[in-house]
């Protein structure tokens, strides 16, 4: 398993570091047998730490947790336990995903653009249909049937997640409702 531990703007220490391996270590072992990378970024907003952990399982499922608290450790421990019970409430549902998958889950290129917010716009009429992008990236789409795509999307803490239906390869969403329940678009029905 690799770990990459950074901070940002902030010195993440040895001690830091060992204590970060051990305990994702120790909670990966109990439910992700095959767990193949951990990031877990430290960062500082005036008196406030954040920590950010995002580990991606051999089942090409990530699972995400972030946690502030006053001190580094505590933002830490606070991010762990989230992503601990991410991962036991779904312990049972990854070990079936491992059983009915032949294969590792497929990913597909695709890009992905942040819009310019319309700020200054008082009188709520925008000069040009045509948003401004500040920003190009690569984002990558899974090939899931519906009920992976909605463990993922719990797991990274998602409001929305896009990914290619197994079942007929198209383009399917899920998200989160107003009202607390899943919404699925399937295009193909």
Same mark, same amino acid.
């Given at each position: 398993?690799?770990?990459?531990?950074?901070?940002?703007?902030? &010195?993440? *220490?040895?001690?830091?570091?060992?204590?970060?391996?051990? =305990?994702?270590?120790?909670?990966?072992? #109990?439910?992700?047998?095959?767990? !193949?990378?951990?990031?877990?970024?430290?960062?500082?907003?005036?008196?406030?730490?954040?920590?950010?952990?995002?580990?991606?399982?051999? !089942?090409?499922? !990530? /699972?995400?947790? #972030?946690?502030? @608290?006053?001190?580094?450790?505590? @933002?830490? &421990? #606070?991010?762990?336990?989230?992503?601990? #019970?991410?991962?036991?409430?779904?312990?049972?549902?990854?070990?079936?995903?491992?059983?009915?998958?032949?294969?590792?889950?497929?990913?597909? *290129? /695709?890009?992905?653009?942040?819009?310019? /917010?319309? =700020?200054?716009?008082? &009188?709520?009429?925008?000069?040009?249909?045509?948003?401004?992008?500040? @920003?190009?990236?690569?984002? $990558?789409?899974?090939?899931?049937? @519906?009920?992976?795509?909605?463990?993922?999307?719990?797991?990274?803490?998602?409001?929305?997640?896009?990914? $290619?239906?197994?079942?007929?390869?198209?383009?399917?969403?899920?998200?989160?409702?107003?009202? *607390?329940?899943?919404?699925?678009?399937?295009?193909? !029905?």
């Amino acid at each position: 398993m690799q770990f990459q531990i950074s901070g940002k703007q902030i &010195d993440v *220490g040895e001690a830091l570091q060992t204590h970060v391996r051990t =305990e994702v270590g120790d909670m990966l072992e #109990k439910y992700a047998q095959r767990p !193949t990378d951990a990031l877990v970024v430290f960062s500082r907003n005036a008196h406030e730490f954040t920590c950010e952990t995002t580990v991606h399982l051999s !089942t090409g499922l !990530t /699972a995400q947790a #972030k946690a502030h @608290a006053f001190e580094i450790y505590a @933002a830490f &421990d #606070k991010c762990r336990e989230k992503m601990d #019970k991410q991962l036991r409430r779904y312990k049972r549902r990854l070990k079936d995903h491992h059983r009915t998958r032949s294969g590792p889950v497929e990913f597909a *290129g /695709a890009s992905s653009y942040i819009l310019a /917010a319309d =700020e200054g716009q008082d &009188d709520g009429e925008p000069e040009t249909l045509q948003p401004v992008i500040i @920003a190009e990236m690569e984002t $990558r789409i899974p090939e899931l049937s @519906a009920g992976e795509a909605v463990m993922q999307m719990e797991l990274a803490e998602a409001p929305v997640l896009v990914f $290619r239906n197994e079942r007929h390869g198209g383009l399917n969403v899920v998200y989160r409702r107003d009202d *607390g329940n899943i919404g699925w678009i399937d295009p193909q !029905t």
